[in-house]
């Protein structure tokens, strides 16, 4: 989770994104272009499968990660 509202844009490559508990088989795909909003105190995840991926993610004010146990 961050402390604060995140966008992430998918540069290139393609993404896998959930939220919640771990799951890769509930998890969305997402493409070059996409365009992801997370709110504060999410618990989310984020992968590459298949090659390489960038992204941007952009917040307002001071961040961190707190990793769930």
Not at 30 to 37: D, F, N, R, V
Request: proline content about 9%; glycine content about 10%.
């Amino acid at each position: 989770t961050h402390p604060d509202d995140r966008v992430t844009t998918v540069l290139s490559g393609v993404m896998y994104y959930g939220t919640g508990e771990f799951d890769s088989q509930t998890a969305k795909v997402y493409p070059a272009g996409s365009i992801i909003y997370t709110p504060a105190q999410t618990p989310h995840y984020l992968w590459a499968k298949d090659g390489e991926v960038v992204i941007q993610q952009t917040g307002i004010g001071p961040t961190e990660i707190d990793f769930l146990p």
